[in-house]
């Protein structure tokens, strides 16, 4: 399978929990974006890197998201203290020169 | 699984119909567009895009208008199958910056 994969696919946690995702792009995408998608609505910009650097924060990435992508191949996104209005699908996409391919997700619920 | 069709648009279309789902942008700077879709639980699938130097871009089954005057894109869908049910999504995007999505609209296909 050569397209966007991301894992865990489902990660149920208690509000006060950190959780990690990990999304692994197309491999020769040098763009790798995270986006959140709340029910009925279309998803929303979270973060956007440029091989290793993360070239953009939206304002709903709060102090306690980070996102990485150390070796500018696959990248992490990381939630400390979860809330509950933090349950969300949380979806990654890579990019070329200009199509832009999403993975599958991550559907966080937070208890 | 995620029912991403909650409070969106509705289109309810004859299988063997032709549908047109309709999107308005707001950015002027934007200089390409994409249309995904998304069914239940999964993460948004490119359809087709176009760069605002084209008006008229077909795919298989699909094609994508771009009329810039009045910041408007379409999607028509040719022989509607009810495989083609799911919510659409536009989205827009100014060189290589992030991609922002449009309002979804939900396309049942009536048997």
């Known amino acids: 399978d050569t397209g966007v994969s991301q894992n865990p696919r489902h990660k149920i946690t208690k509000r006060g929990q950190n959780v990690t995702f990990r999304c692994d792009p197309i491999?020769?995408?040098?763009?790798l974006y995270w986006y959140r998608q709340t029910l009925g609505q279309g998803p929303e910009f979270l973060t956007y890197?440029?091989?290793?650097?993360?070239?953009?924060k939206s304002r709903l990435l709060s102090d306690r998201f980070s996102a990485e992508r150390p070796k500018g191949s696959f990248s992490t996104l990381e939630i400390q203290r979860t809330e509950q209005g933090d349950s969300a699908m949380y979806l990654c996409?890579?990019?070329?020169?200009?199509?832009?391919?999403f993975g599958p997700g991550t559907r966080l619920t937070v208890t | 699984g995620e029912n991403v069709g909650l409070h969106l648009p509705t289109l309810s279309v004859q299988e063997g119909d032709n549908s047109i789902i309709n999107c308005a942008y707001s950015?002027?700077?934007?200089?390409?567009f994409i249309w995904y879709k998304q069914e239940s639980g999964k993460g948004p699938q490119f359809i087709i895009d176009?760069?605002?130097?084209?008006d008229k871009r077909q795919g298989q089954r699909v094609t994508v208008l771009l009329n810039k005057t009045v910041k408007h894109l379409s999607l028509q869908i040719a022989a509607t199958q009810p495989g083609d049910s799911a919510v659409y999504f536009c989205?827009?995007?100014?060189?290589?910056?992030?991609?922002?999505f449009g309002t979804g609209t939900k396309l049942q296909v009536i048997p």
């Open positions: 176009i760069r605002s130097n084209m």
């Open positions: 996409a890579s990019r070329g020169l200009y199509e832009q391919y």
């Open positions: 491999s020769e995408h040098n763009r």
């Open positions: 989205a827009e995007s100014a060189g290589y910056q992030k991609v922002t």
């Open positions: 950015n002027s700077a934007s200089d390409y």
């Open positions: 890197f440029q091989n290793e650097a993360q070239l953009e």
